[in-house]
């Protein structure tokens, strides 16, 4: 059997599925390196929402991919952009995962981490996102988990300047109950962090970014940093105090950044390790051997679906990791909160079933196909 999958010029080509999925069975905890999996949120689809209405959750698939993801040995990163903070999940959304997933975490032993921001307020003072970063820390905290201070749109529109930074950021490591990760994401992934620490200068927003880790490097357990600039990534870890990981959020460079150098390495906080969670698991256990090379092998060839799943607009890569997890069976549609799943183009959904097929990520590909000829079906393409 073959699929006619639509290509971007407005023709189709054949496709034959791959047969046999990847063994890849859940395993225990990875050890060279701490890697979180940013896990999307699934929608639940019988709710009458709009686009602008409050998310609707449906809890039990949301928490059972959270399950799938911490079998394989990984931790999950919870509230954070890919669970479309700020695109679809407000804050009441954000803290009801928050204390939803980290109870479930306590109940298997899987490690959590949740994002901490100020999108309960859509602008305001400093004093008043000051306010909202310190209830959202509250939540997460009492949720026992650990928290990712994320980078905030409400700071960036008010802040006149690096000071601003230095002492807002200072006021909530202080106040943290233990070390939190710096989440610094790039204007291609939110174009209202643009000029974010100060500066558009990125080298001196490095400089102001130094500046907060270095005054509280003991409330620093690491940085996300999510700018898809491999150099930058690694000399700017090369000038972490002693201690201080370095989590990539490299969605293009990400097997080059985890393998490291002479000097070291990246940890990884990643969204493309949603989808590809059982095989990233797996190239990080055969990294903890010490094979780097083995590493490369099984890791390298997944990064052409992981560009593709974040092409620009960057932003909506959070459509193409949905539709594999609905291809992949985690859940049984494929719909988003916010209406998302229109974000990208059907020639770009199909490139993404092709290429993540290719890779055998989909646990039963009789079942992948079955779903992309449904949804080619829908869309009138003839098959």
């Not at 999925?21 to 709710?47: C, E, I, N, Q």
């Not at 991919?65 to 079998?71: C, G, I, N, T, V």
């Not at 994002?115 to 820390?137: H, K, M, N, S, W």
């Not at 230095?166 to 992934?189: E, I, K, N, S, T």
């Amino acid at each position: 059997m073959t699929l006619r999958l639509p290509l971007p010029d407005g023709s189709t080509r054949a496709y034959a599925p791959r047969t046999e999925p990847l063994a890849l069975s859940p395993a225990g905890p990875l050890t060279s390196r701490t890697v979180f999996s940013a896990a999307h949120v699934v929608a639940d689809p019988y709710a009458d929402t709009s686009p602008d209405s409050p998310a609707a959750v449906d809890w039990d698939a949301t928490l059972a991919f959270r399950r799938h993801l911490w079998s394989h040995g990984l931790g999950v990163a919870e509230a954070m952009d890919t669970a479309q903070r700020g695109m679809g999940l407000d804050w009441a959304g954000a803290a009801e995962l928050i204390r939803r997933s980290a109870a479930e975490a306590r109940a298997v032993g899987g490690r959590i981490a949740c994002g901490v921001g100020t999108d309960q307020i859509t602008g305001g003072t400093l004093p008043e996102i000051r306010a909202a970063y310190e209830e959202q820390l509250a939540v997460a905290e009492e949720s026992g988990a650990q928290a990712v201070l994320m980078a905030s749109r409400a700071l960036a529109a008010a802040a006149t300047g690096p000071e601003d930074y230095l002492d807002l950021y200072g006021h909530l490591l202080r106040q943290a109950g233990g070390p939190v990760v710096l989440h610094w994401l790039g204007p291609m992934f939110d174009p209202a962090l643009d000029g974010y620490w100060g500066s558009a200068d990125l080298d001196a927003a490095t400089e102001t970014f130094l500046d907060v880790i270095g005054a509280h490097p003991d409330k620093v357990d690491g940085i996300k940093v999510s700018l898809l600039d491999a150099r930058r990534e690694v000399e700017l870890r090369r000038r972490l105090p002693e201690g201080v990981r370095c989590y990539t959020g490299d969605d293009f460079h990400y097997p080059e950044l985890i393998a490291g150098d002479e000097q070291g390495f990246s940890h990884a906080l990643l969204g493309v390790f949603d989808p590809l969670g059982p095989l990233a698991a797996e190239a990080v256990r055969i990294l903890d051997t010490g094979d780097v090379a083995g590493f490369r092998k099984t890791l390298d060839p997944t990064v052409a679906l992981s560009r593709h799943l974040f092409r620009a607009p960057t932003r909506f890569y959070k459509t193409g990791v949905v539709f594999l997890a609905w291809l992949a069976g985690h859940q049984e549609h494929f719909t988003m909160v916010g209406g998302l799943q229109s974000a990208r183009s059907l020639p770009h959904l199909a490139r993404a079933y092709e290429l993540a097929d290719g890779l055998g990520l989909f646990p039963d590909p009789a079942r992948a196909e079955s779903r992309m000829r449904s949804l080619l079906t829908v869309y009138g393409v003839p098959q």
